[in-house]
């Protein structure tokens, strides 16, 4: 009789940054400094090890992830882990969470006795994911865009054995080059917008017109590019103070067009956003990128800057990657994941595009299924499961 998945609790160390930066204000986690991860699997007697799978985010808490269930129950054990940023989104490091990831690599090769492990990079992990299997096969970072130390040769990354992208984006950054509304003239005033780029003005039409959305895109770099001007003269000024960063608020930061237009990027979605209506969640206090440091901003939202872009590091990947847009997604669109396809290095890349289906396969019952047998199905063809 096949029994229910069960949840194991993880502790997991990993080694703090050397430079002694504070990034948490939590003391426990300063000082006992261990990672969390939960280790969902069928239970019963001798559970395979011949195959996990590994999940995490950058900054969300992925323990309670609606996937781990149904993949476990498939017969696939999975863990789910997060980084030392985990809901301390404004202190996120890129390359640290990166080693972060490795840490549970390790811990699931070394402490669980996994055999094979494929990572899984869901939504925002997905950029993660694809960096850290990068960096594992042929690490080439050695300091973070601040500056700051960061070898992951050294980490010793352990490479995954395949990569799976579901409802994946191609990188934090790329989201907000994309999201971030251009209309903003006051970085210090939300209420100083240009009303000729106000993606929400009154009266404006549908489907937009093709050369605003050009004009519009390019206003939109222009604001990320201000920014990073502005981040890095600032932590010049804060190292020069002896300060260890500067934070600061980034306003209206939902705007992207194709939350309007389904005819720009079409796909299955409807009009909206994963925040439900994109106008009050522009300026709503827990927008995407809403609150930052200098340190983080460069590492993490910064176009030009961060080393977290899955469509620069796909092509340093030679492992088997599957690429599973959900086709009704409101947050990763079908011309990334094609582009992430596009992307992938290594001969071995799968592009499987789920149809009907929306980012959190809300009020979508048959929705997990359909992306579970998906992964076993690939899996299998790989025969890393039976």
């Known amino acids: 009789m096949t029994t229910q998945p069960a949840d194991h609790f993880q502790r997991i160390p990993y080694e703090p940054a050397a430079d002694g930066r504070i990034e948490m204000h939590s003391g426990l986690s300063r000082h006992y400094p261990v990672l969390h991860g939960n280790l969902v699997e069928p239970d019963g007697p001798a559970p395979s090890r011949e195959v996990g799978v590994l999940m ?8 309670s992830h609606f996937l781990l269930r149904p993949i476990a129950a498939a017969g696939i054990p999975i863990m789910a882990m997060n980084t030392r940023y985990s809901q301390n989104e404004p202190a996120l490091i890129m390359e640290r969470a990166a080693v972060d990831l490795g840490a549970g690599m390790r811990w699931m090769r070394e402490e669980l006795g996994f055999k094979h492990v494929v990572l899984l990079g869901f939504s925002g992990g997905g950029p993660l994911s694809s960096f850290y299997q990068a960096q594992a096969e042929n690490p080439t970072v050695t300091h973070t865009p601040a500056g700051d130390p960061a070898d ?3 980490a010793g990354l352990i490479p995954a054995d395949g990569l799976t992208l579901v409802g994946a984006h191609a990188g934090r950054a790329r989201v907000l080059r994309n999201w971030i509304d251009p209309a903003v003239t006051d970085e210090a005033d939300p209420t100083a917008t240009n009303p000729g780029l106000d993606l929400y003005a009154p009266g404006r039409t549908l489907p937009l017109d093709r050369k605003w959305v050009a004009e519009y895109r390019a206003a939109q ?5 201000r920014i990073d001007d502005w981040a890095r003269a600032e932590l010049e000024r804060a190292t020069a103070r002896g300060d260890s960063d500067r934070a600061f ?3 209206r930061t939902v705007a992207d067009p194709r939350f309007l237009d389904t005819t720009l990027d079409p796909g299955d979605r409807q009009p909206g956003c994963m925040y439900g209506d994109p106008r009050p969640a522009n300026t709503a206090a827990g927008g995407l990128a809403r609150f930052c440091t200098a340190r983080n ?5 910064s176009f030009r800057q961060s080393n977290a872009d899955a469509l620069r590091n796909l092509p340093q990947v030679k492992a088997p990657v599957l690429v599973a847009p959900l086709m009704a997604d409101q947050a990763a669109f079908p011309s ?3 582009a992430m396809f596009d992307a992938v290095g290594g001969p071995e890349r799968e592009l499987i595009e789920l149809a009907g289906l929306n980012h959190y396969l809300v009020d979508q019952p048959d929705g997990p299924g359909v992306v579970v047998r998906t992964i076993r199905d690939w899996l299998g063809h790989r025969n890393l499961i039976a």
């Open 56 to 63: 995490a985010h950058p900054a969300s808490n992925f323990l």
């Open 249 to 251: 608020t980034v306003h």
């Open 221 to 225: 770099l222009a604001r990320i590019d």
């Open 297 to 301: 901003w460069l590492s993490t939202w």
């Open 336 to 338: 990334e994941s094609r």
């Open 152 to 154: 992951l040769a050294a």
